[in-house]
């Protein structure tokens, strides 16, 4: 792990080990590929970088495990404070998931673990915070994404089995587990992750983070619409 200064939690407040996995840019976010043309492999790794520089500025995240098969990503991750971890054993999403909770755990017993995605460029610290601070009160619980079909973020609390059920309808799947669906205000941004152009029109409205940021403007100097609508 890097060097950079972190927020330190409040005293008696939970920590929490955040585990999330990074696809390599080359082939990450494939249905932005419409909007976004040959800026695709930028964009998607300029998401994934904001959304974990941002949730390292939450005090409650006490160590955050990049799950990435990309040697050249994963040194820029690690560059940004992340711990980064090879994606083992290679079997998908949830598998990955389950490689990087039990390090954490073998890191760090007594803590919580937690799983977010790494499309969430509007991330903002302190809704991350609200959102793991309302987890605390449930063995599991998950925040619903955007359109309220998938999951943007899956928790288990401090000696609880971690079931990330992430893919498709992931929603009703976790809801089906057992999982405690978390809507605390505001957290609109932990919700608001992006998969199409208009997904990304609306977290540019909620306020991307600075390499996103960068990206669109380059989109928008190369006449790419999503730059400027969102739409194509």
Known sequence: MSTHERPVAPAGSIGWSLVVPVKPAAVGKSRLAPFAGGHRTELAQAMAIDTITAALACP?????????PDPEFAAILAG???VVVTDEPAAGLNAA??????????????????AMLA???????????????????????????AAGVGTTLYCASPGVEFAPRFGGPSRLAHLDAGAVELMPVPITSVRRDVDTGADLHQARDLGVGP????????????????AETGTS
């Open 211 to 226: 390499r996103t940021r960068a990206a669109l403007a380059a989109m928008a100097r190369a006449g790419d619409p999503v």
């Open 119 to 145: 499309d969430l460029p509007a991330l903002r610290p302190n809704e991350l915070t609200t959102a793991l601070d309302a987890a605390t009160a449930w063995p599991t619980s998950f925040v619903p994404d």
């Open 97 to 114: 998931l389950l490689h990087g909770a039990r390090l954490a755990r073998s890191r760090r017993p007594e803590g919580a673990v937690a």
């Open 80 to 82: 940004v404070g992340a």
């Open 60 to 68: 409650r995240v006490v160590e955050l495990l990049a799950i990435t």
